[in-house]
């Protein structure tokens, strides 16, 4: 329990800390594209795709995580359909972050602990986007009112 504790929280400080990074530079990608003339066009859809990989790579992260940890002993497991590969891992990863829910996959043992701190993770790392992108919204339209 306690090697899957450790690597849950080091997964979870090093996606908080992709996030931050990756909101910064999307606030100063939109700040250069406010200077051109046509940031109007392409700020929300670039910020909006950037932010969307910093999620796809946090998910990534943790899948890999559960892969690690699955190979070992008593780290915990994926119970479901078959043996978990890096495919079922990310799949069982995005239905964590994004607190789908469970179907086919499981986690049993130490994993109940990791997945239900990646659902804690995703919701806030969401939340933090959905604030952000307000925030950009907000600034958008101050400039190009509707």
Not at 124 to 132: C, K, N
Request: charged fraction near 10%; proline fraction near 2%; aromatic fraction near 14%.
């Amino acid at each position: 329990m306690l090697v899957t504790l450790s690597v849950t929280l080091i997964v979870v400080v090093v996606c908080v800390i992709l996030h931050y990074e990756a909101l910064g530079l999307m606030q100063w990608l939109a700040g250069r594209l406010h200077r051109s003339s046509t940031w109007h066009r392409w700020h929300l859809s670039i910020v909006v795709c950037g932010l969307f990989v910093a999620h796809v790579l946090e998910v990534g992260l943790f899948g890999l995580a559960y892969l690690w940890l699955n190979e070992g002993d008593g780290f915990g497991a994926i119970a479901g359909g078959r043996a978990a590969g890096l495919a079922e891992c990310i799949y069982f990863s995005f239905t964590n972050y994004t607190s789908l829910g469970y179907g086919d996959l499981v986690p049993t043992g130490p994993f109940r602990f990791m997945a239900g701190m990646e659902a804690l993770t995703g919701l806030g790392l969401i939340t933090w986007t959905a604030s952000f992108m307000y925030l950009q919204m907000q600034r958008l339209w101050k400039h190009e009112p509707l």
